[in-house]
């Protein structure tokens, strides 16, 4: 069983920058493909972006390139996702998962879920 617990959410303006952190329980981190998924009011839950075991390969919505970064450290069972250049459709609740795949940004191939965290963006 693994639990995960995110934080860094908040409110922005338009243009910043954000860091979202979850860590996870467990001693067995590294054996997971991390992703970050969001879900904005009325909306369904779409992913952000993805990242291996080892930090190898990402994925990223193509919403996100160029202004998000996911990364990882196994040594402190802690996935991070850089949010920079804050958009007001970036407004949603953030949530961190767990995957045995090796890499997925689909939601029902991940078995862990963070309980979300809010993230605002004003104009």
């Known amino acids: 069983q693994v639990q995960l617990v995110e934080s860094g959410g908040g409110l922005v303006q338009a243009g910043g920058s954000l860091r979202l952190s979850c860590a996870a329980s467990?001693?067995?981190?590294?054996?997971?493909?991390m992703g970050w998924f969001r879900q904005a009011p009325g909306k369904e839950r779409e992913p952000v972006a993805a990242i291996s075991r080892s930090g190898e390969d990402t994925y990223y919505a193509d919403s996100v390139k160029g202004r998000f970064t996911i990364s990882r450290d196994n040594a402190k069972n802690t996935v991070y996702l850089q949010m920079n250049s804050l958009k007001p459709e970036d407004t949603a609740v953030y949530y961190c998962?767990?995957?045995?795949?090796?890499?997925?940004?689909?939601?029902?191939?991940?078995?862990?879920w963070g309980q979300g965290t809010q993230v605002t963006v004003s104009s």
């Open positions: 998962s767990g995957s045995y795949y090796y890499l997925s940004s689909k939601s029902h191939e991940y078995d862990y």
């Open positions: 467990g001693r067995t981190f590294s054996s997971y493909c």
